[in-house]
């Protein structure tokens, strides 16, 4: 659909922002779909949020996505935030109801999207989630929700506690790994820290030591070197595209109400990475 008068924009807003997959992601969903949306990224520095999100409120943007480093930072901004958002300390949707602007958090739901598609059940599943940052907030929540019985690892061990001890006011299944060793017992192993994003960075763990057959799983999106030996290993791996993929559905039925294309949107993604 040709942009008009009427066309309803939504934004990324990151910085940096122009690698991002989803204006291609989404501009190509809302093609296929006949909506009158278009998405655009949109460069902010921190110290320029507060006035673009003023700015997106008085030009009536439809919505938004927030990525780094604007997650945590834009949520006292807001009119509302979601629950789950809350909890997690991080927004990545929001979505402008009649000038109200509402914060949700799509990360952790999408990554419980990805598992399923890919038949990986973490119910009464022995779960070892190494990392407590951002994006292990955003996922511990559903894998505890859906009946994990779920470790945390992190090598700062006080924000493992924390992540852990915030979790256990809601579910029983949740505790703090002391260590690695933790590794030979778990079903399923997920990495959430940023190791693998650099090539020289070391592995998060070493996937020689899991059972044969442990899932692995790497919440980053390139086919990093963890997944790589895992895959040589035998195992079964799950890379981060698919939590790419299935934020964005959710994200985009939050603006729109409607249920998107999603293998649509998954050829877009895995076409553009080649
Ligand atoms: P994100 O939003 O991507 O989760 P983050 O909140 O900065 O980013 O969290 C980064 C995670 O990667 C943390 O768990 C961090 O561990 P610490 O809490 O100990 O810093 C982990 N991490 C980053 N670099 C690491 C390294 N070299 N070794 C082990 N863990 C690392």
Known sequence: MEISGTTQVIAILGHPVSHSLSPLMHNSAFRKMGLDYCYIALDVHPSGLRAAIEGIREMGFAGLNITVP??????????????????????????????????????????????????????????LLVGAGGAARAVSWYLAEEGSDLSIYNRTSEKADLLAGDLAINFKNVRRAESLDALVEADIVINSTSLGLNPQDPLPFDPSGLKPGAVVIDLIYQDTPLIQQARQSGHKTIGGLGMLLWQGVLASELWTGLTPPHEHMKDIIFKSLG
């Open 70 to 127: 604007h997650k945590e930072a834009v949520m006292p901004m807001l009119d509302k935030v979601d629950p789950e958002a809350a909890f997690i300390g991080a927004v990545n949707t929001i979505v402008n109801r009649n000038g109200k602007l509402i914060g949700y958090n799509t990360d952790g739901r999408g990554f419980i999207r990805s598992l399923k598609e890919e038949s990986v059940e973490v119910r009464d599943k022995n779960v």
